[in-house]
């Protein structure tokens, strides 16, 4: 038997989760954070965003910061394509509230429940991302799907944190000029 991640607090034997592309790889997330998938539509640029804050989207009148996984992840840019599209996800926050957040993905594939004894603990070494960001890896159809973390890889305290330094940097360079 497989050393396996523990089940996440809900006591379920089995990980429900959605898998999607992302640069070639296939990943998935929890479903209990997906609040809904959408169709790319207009995206407005934001000024002096960090480059994988991709800019924001009015989702029903609320603005969504909408997050290019692929440059969070260290890789180069996703490509839009008509298959793209943003998962909305409710991420919790320090003071025990939920934020939207918006996500590009390359495809969403399906949604599927994988037993928890069929995932394996984080790698510690061979994947592009940062270890922590990842809660298992499990095997689907013969490709290795990386079941991310979605409450450290997408943070909102820590996405927020970086915004903040990034702008704090770029006013600090006008201050110099």
Known sequence: MKDCVEPADTGDEKCHCVTFMLGGDLFAIDILFIR?????????????????????????????????????????????????????????????????????????????????????????????????????IATINAKFAILLDVRKALSVADLSAIVEAANQQQFDDVERI
Request: charged residues 25%; negative net charge; contains cysteine.
């Open 36 to 136: 809904e998938i959408i169709e790319l539509e207009c995206i407005t640029r934001v000024p002096m965003m960090p480059e994988f804050v991709r800019g924001i989207i009015n989702l029903r009148g609320a603005v969504v910061p909408v997050i290019d996984l692929s440059i969070r992840f260290g890789r180069s840019h996703t490509k839009i394509k008509p298959s793209t599209c943003v998962a909305i996800l409710s991420l919790p926050n320090a003071d025990a509230r939920y934020s939207e957040v918006g996500f590009l993905l390359d495809a969403v594939c399906e949604v599927l429940e994988i037993p928890w004894e069929n995932i394996d603990p984080t790698p510690t070494f061979g994947v592009n991302i940062r270890g922590d960001f990842i809660e298992g």
